[in-house]
């Protein structure tokens, strides 16, 4: 494995990082985040190159605003240091392939709604409309339209799926238990899994997001989490260790 690919795939995952959480913050608000400048939320001043290059700007600048001495959350320095990682992951994991564009995906994907759903509790169905085009585009050309069309029906199924769950959740807990984002967001899984590792996903998303509801529920009385950013770490964590569902049958002794 060439160590230069590696470090190439760090870089550009920072960099994508930093741009992210950019859309990930001003999209639900619906701000321009291609052409508008970066700038500080506390006094306005507009960033310039040095003071954008991931990771390394808000080390030197303490994490403050160079002019108004705000602090600045710490959200973009996980972004970019993650994406990174994942990036590097990735291309680790699958080299030059359909796979590795798939991945990249899903990282992408996973990082801005981290930051939206985190932040405003909101799936952006622009992102759902628009990885939802790119994953689809890539089955075309990776497996022809037989696979493209198998996966959209995946995607359908998942997507009735959560839906029955959704309902079977609110009649239990006399309340709304997932959002449509969530609902949504479920179609492109399907896009990218099987019926089986797609459910699986659920199931892991709901392990995962356990702890935290836990805590929240005892800590703040908050019965509302963000669920997206879980199913997404599930689906991350499928399609990175590239678990079939052979070897789940096989573990589950069927």
Known sequence: MNVIYLIIFFILGTLMGSFFTVVGLRLPKNENFIMGRSHCDSCGHELKLYEMIPIFSYLFQCGKCRYCKAKIGIMPLFMEFFCGIFFLTAFFC???SYRLLIALGIVSLLMIIVVSDITYLIIPDEVLVFFGCYFLIIQIFASGWKGAIYHIITGLFLFVLIYIIMIF???LFKKESLGGGD?????LFGLVLDPLLGS???????LFALPLSFYLLWKHNERIIPFGPFLLIALTFI????ITSGMVISLLGF
Do not use: D, E, P, V
């Open 94 to 96: 699958f080299g030059f």
């Open 169 to 171: 959740g609110n009649k």
């Open 183 to 187: 609902i949504k967001l479920m179609f």
């Open 200 to 206: 699986l996903s659920i199931f892991l998303g709901s």
């Open 239 to 242: 399609y990175f260790t590239q």
